[in-house]
Every structure is written in structure tokens, then in C-alpha cells.
């Protein structure tokens, strides 16, 4: 089976717009953090939590529409790259014929990106009182604490960056399966960025030919190129010949 040139790397600016948006998130969660901590101390712990379950609730329309406009960033993106390639490999591909597996994929992907986008501001209340408990029970950390406390936004914007970086190349990934196997497509290349930040394991799948139905464990993580967090690997993907 020879290679093709369908590949599920993402739009930069998509990862790009989408992590300018869950960075807002991040800065309103550190704010609200903000307003019940004082100095290595959380005051109203409860109130705290309160407040930021409620934010969470809040943003899951929002949360929803930014999801929804990243996927179909990615899906025009994918469905650009087959439709040059359709007429090479199958006059059976037209959008029909798979519009609902790639329809069933995006209401999946998104059902777990509104989650995660949510998630932010819980996880950032849990971080300040952990560290407020810690101290509480190690008085000698106490200024360490408050240091780490006053770190809330720098850590919460690196979460939210991690969430777009890692969601919109699995998003990238999962689309660009679903169409590829709608053509019969029994696997792909697994490509790296070839430089010194691809981790070891990674490194010794690049050339390698995958299997749709087989995805690699690496590092007790299982998924296809692309899926793992932080992952800047991708799919090329190998279509039958005709």
C-alpha cells in the first residue's frame, strides 16, 4: 500500500484560537481563587468551592461553542485534504456515506472537551486548598505555600494551554481516522516532529506503520499519534491502491 500525502497534523491557529479562549477561563478561575486566599491561607474554603462549581456550571455553553467552532475548524481542515484526494482513491466518497461517523466522532470529542474546559476552575480551587493544607500541616513550608498559592494563574494558563495543545491535535486525529477508514484505510506512518522535544518512546514510532485497529501503549498510555498529551506526532496516513 503506498503512502499518501493525508496526514492529521492541525492548523496551528487552531490550537492557537483555542487556547486563547481557555485562557480566559484560566485567568477568571485565578481570580476567583484570588478573592478567597490570602497569603498561605484560604478563607472560606467552602465558599471558595461554591463559587468556582458554580463558574464551572456557567461556562459549559460557552465551553460547548468553543469546542464546536474548533472542530469544525479541524473538520473543514480534514475534509479539504480527502476531497483533493477522492477522485485518486474511491468514486463512492462523498460526505453521505460517512457524515455519520464523523458526526457520532465530533459529539464525542466535544462531549469530552466541554468536561475539560470545566474542569479548569474545579482543579484550581483543589490546587489552592491543597497547598493551604499543607501549610497548615508543615508550618516550616508555610512560605513556600503562599509562593505556590500566588503562582495560581502562571499554573492554571499552563493547564489551559496543555488542554488546547493536547485536545486539538486529538481532535486532528480522531477525524482524520474516521475518514480514513471511510476508505478503507488499514492504518498510517507515524510521524514525529524529529526534534530533541519528542519523548523517547515517540521517537522509536517514527516511520512505523499503524494499524487503526491497533493502537500503540507507550509510557502505559494507549492511543494513535497525536492523542497522547502534549503529543506533536501525526498520522500519514496509507490508503489502499485501486
Not at 22 to 46: E, F
Not at 120 to 135: D, S, T, V, W
Not at 198 to 220: A, C, I, N, Q, Y
Request: proline share 4%; hydrophobic share 35%; charged share 30%.
Amino acid at each position: 500500500m503506498p503512502q499518501s500525502d493525508l496526514t492529521s497534523k492541525a492548523p496551528k491557529s487552531a490550537e492557537s484560537q483555542f487556547a486563547v479562549a481557555l485562557r480566559k477561563i484560566a485567568r477568571q478561575s485565578a481570580h476567583i481563587v484570588s478573592l478567597y486566599t490570602d497569603k498561605d491561607r484560604v478563607i472560606a474554603p467552602g465558599v471558595m468551592e461554591a463559587e468556582l462549581k458554580r463558574y464551572s456550571e456557567l461556562i459549559g455553553p460557552w465551553a460547548e461553542k468553543q469546542s464546536a467552532r474548533l472542530l469544525e475548524i479541524l473538520n473543514s481542515n480534514s475534509k479539504r485534504r480527502f476531497a483533493g484526494y477522492s477522485k485518486k482513491i474511491s468514486q463512492q466518497m462523498r460526505e453521505d456515506a460517512y457524515k455519520s461517523k464523523i458526526g457520532a466522532v465530533a459529539r464525542l470529542l466535544q462531549a469530552e472537551q466541554v468536561e475539560l474546559i470545566k474542569s479548569i476552575p474545579i482543579e484550581a480551587g483543589q490546587r489552592a486548598q491543597k497547598l493551604a493544607m499543607e501549610a497548615v500541616t508543615d508550618g516550616s513550608r508555610a512560605s513556600e505555600v503562599a509562593a505556590e498559592i500566588a503562582r495560581t494563574e502562571h499554573v492554571t494558563i499552563s493547564r489551559a494551554n496543555l488542554i488546547a495543545r493536547t485536545e486539538t491535535s486529538k481532535a486532528a486525529s480522531a477525524l482524520t481516522q474516521a475518514r480514513a477508514e471511510s476508505v478503507e484505510s488499514e492504518g498510517y506512518i507515524w510521524r514525529t516532529g524529529k526534534d530533541s522535544d519528542v519523548r523517547p518512546s515517540h521517537k522509536k514510532m517514527e516511520g512505523k506503520f499503524v494499524r487503526w485497529d491497533s493502537p500503540p501503549t507507550l509510557d502505559d498510555m494507549t492511543g494513535h499519534a497525536g492523542e497522547f498529551p502534549n503529543c506533536r506526532c501525526y498520522a500519514e496516513v496509507v490508503i489502499p491502491e485501486r
